[in-house]
């Protein structure tokens, strides 16, 4: 059995695009599996997290991709939350002002948003969801009750 006949008989692995589509388009959102997911290349890597920031629920498919505290992070639009791409980690910049002289540092808040595995088998793009056990707080903009909140919410642009 090859490679792509074990993928596609894996009920957890979802195709997402052709590899050279998604390497085009760089991001894609898609809905797979009841979550809202994006994947992304970049820099000749692919990354996969839950599509909503887990902050508020924003976009996070326009989000800038900086580099900071030597670790690649998509920068939400919303409220500029940054979150690293591998891991799902949020982190910030402080001082302590009780220090003589602050200086500024990272620092981490742990996994905050949910990420998942891209696996790539002749020329497709497979995401394989988190099986990450427990509650991360990016889950909840992936559920029913989020869904239906914001559908009771018209868009800012139509208010
Ligand atoms: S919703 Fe992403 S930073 Fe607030």
Redesign the pocket.
């Known amino acids: 059995m090859s490679a792509e006949e074990n993928i596609e008989e894996s009920p957890e692995q979802y195709f997402i695009g052709k590899k050279e589509d998604v390497i085009q388009a760089k991001r894609v959102s898609k809905f797979v599996n009841g979550r809202d997911i994006l994947v992304i290349y970049h820099e000749g890597k692919f990354y996969a997290m839950d599509a909503h920031?887990?902050?508020?629920?924003?976009q996070?498919e326009n989000g800038d991709i900086e580099e900071l505290n030597n670790k690649l992070c998509i920068v939400?639009?919303?409220?500029?939350?940054k979150i690293t791409l591998a891991e799902g980690e949020g982190i910030y910049k402080a001082s302590n002002p009780k220090e003589k002289n602050p200086i500024p540092r990272w620092f981490s808040k742990g996994i905050k948003q949910r990420v998942h595995t891209v696996l790539e088998v002749g020329g497709d793009i497979f995401v394989k969801m988190s099986e990450v056990r427990g509650w991360i707080e990016s889950d909840y903009y992936q559920t029913e009750k989020y869904r239906q909140e914001k559908a009771m919410c018209p868009p800012d642009n139509e208010s």
């Open positions: 920031c887990y902050h508020a629920g924003g996070l939400c639009p919303s409220h500029k939350y």
